[in-house]
């Protein structure tokens, strides 16, 4: 299953490693759209795929941390 989502980054976790952590401990495959970094903001447009339940514990481990998580055009569908 894919999900397209948009993620606004509190400025303490910008230069941290969240994605990759991400995808490590929920076995999901990130594949980074767009992304817009800056010292203050950081926004990125991830394409996300995996099992639907490890796209949801994924999902909500970046929400745990503050990541503001929105799904983006939907589900994209295989």
């Not at 989502?5 to 509190?10: A, E, H, I, N």
Request: hydrophobic share 40%; net charge negative.
């Amino acid at each position: 299953m894919k999900k397209r989502v948009k993620l606004t980054f509190p400025q303490q976790l910008i230069k941290e490693p969240v994605i990759f952590k991400m995808a490590k401990a929920y076995n999901v495959m990130p594949n980074i759209r767009r992304a817009r970094v800056t010292e203050t903001v950081g926004e990125m447009v991830l394409e996300l795929e995996g099992a639907e339940e490890d796209l949801e514990k994924g999902i909500q481990s970046l929400k745990d941390q503050g990541i503001v998580v929105e799904l983006v055009e939907g589900d994209v569908l295989e």
